[in-house]
């Protein structure tokens, strides 16, 4: 299956490891070696063979819900990556790119007061993403800073503390929990899914927004991925059950940031309700679709 050179003990050495750090705060992950074999091995196998096709930077988008498991995968998948096929790979999030509070709170005052909250298509700040997808792929690589987003802050750290990138990576692992997603039909917007839409969005000014950001900005970004995983969660109760889980760990690390309570978490995840069941009922066009069960567990994989 593998190049003659895979170092097999040397990959499970650095996943189980990885696994050990993340098991402090949370329950302890189950049947790790077969999720090693059946799940991250195939994908890695895949994004090795396609990158050997051309040898260029390899855009993977890496998607799925909130909590649904993006940063321990991607930390993976890099695991692998870089310790099985020696291949240079970098990782950041769509949500790094999070526009300012000052430019949220223009939006927030021009289009829809829902704008000041970060999440949906139109909240990030789409140039720089683009440039920067743009020139991680370029031939000629001139060293670049990825921005960093400081959630407790709900704002963009300074630029000192940006990623730096000082060599051209093999592999970008791009996850985001709206990587990938498509816009909806004009006539899938008019009924509102939930309270925040019904009280807050009455003339369908926000969701008709962020749905022409999808159809603009975000489809000229989302073209540049080569590969695209979706972890698909069982339902959009589940979001809201992880994402409380999320927070209670970031509880625990936050040495007095800034935290949201369950009602905060509650009114929060409305913000992402819609394109999330979106993308749950139409999202099948992903090369890797990744099943996640009730219990937080890889249950199977589809491959196109």
């Not at 650095?14 to 302890?28: H, R, T």
């Not at 709900?154 to 000192?160: F, G, I, N």
Request: glycine residues 4%; contains cysteine.
């Amino acid at each position: 299956m593998f190049q003659r050179k895979f170092n097999y003990q040397k990959v499970k050495k650095g996943y189980l490891n990885f696994l050990k750090s993340q098991e402090i705060l949370s329950e302890p992950f189950r049947n790790k070696i077969s999720q090693l074999n059946d799940f991250f091995l195939p994908i890695s196998e895949k994004i090795y063979q396609n990158y050997l096709k051309n040898k260029k930077t390899n855009i993977i988008g890496l998607t799925g819900g909130q909590g649904s498991g993006k940063s321990t995968i991607s930390n993976i998948l890099k695991i692998i990556l870089k310790e099985g096929f020696n291949l240079n790979t970098i990782i950041f999030s769509i949500d790094d790119f999070y526009k300012t509070i000052i430019e949220r709170k223009k939006m927030a005052k021009q289009i829809s007061s829902l704008f000041l909250t970060r999440g949906v298509p139109g909240t990030h700040d789409t140039f720089l993403l683009f440039n920067c997808l743009k020139k991680l792929k370029n031939k000629k690589f001139k060293n670049l800073s990825i921005p960093r987003f400081d959630k407790s802050a709900d704002e963009r750290c300074p630029r000192k503390k940006w990623q730096k990138i000082k060599k051209k990576p093999d592999i970008v692992i791009f996850e985001g929990w709206c990587v990938g997603a498509r816009p909806q039909k004009n006539m899938d917007l008019i009924v509102p899914i939930n309270r925040l839409e019904k009280d807050k969005d009455k003339k369908k000014i926000w969701r008709k927004r962020v749905n022409d950001e999808l159809k603009n900005d975000y489809r000229k970004i989302f073209k540049l991925i080569d590969i695209s995983i979706f972890l698909k969660v069982p339902s959009f109760q589940h979001v809201y059950k992880w994402r409380l889980l999320q927070e209670k760990k970031l509880r625990a690390v936050s040495k007095g940031k800034k935290t949201m309570n369950d009602k905060q978490i509650k009114n929060f995840i409305m913000f992402y309700e819609r394109l999330t069941k979106h993308m749950l009922k139409n999202f099948k066009e992903a090369n890797f679709i990744i099943d996640i069960d009730k219990k937080h567990r890889l249950k199977k994989i589809k491959i196109n």
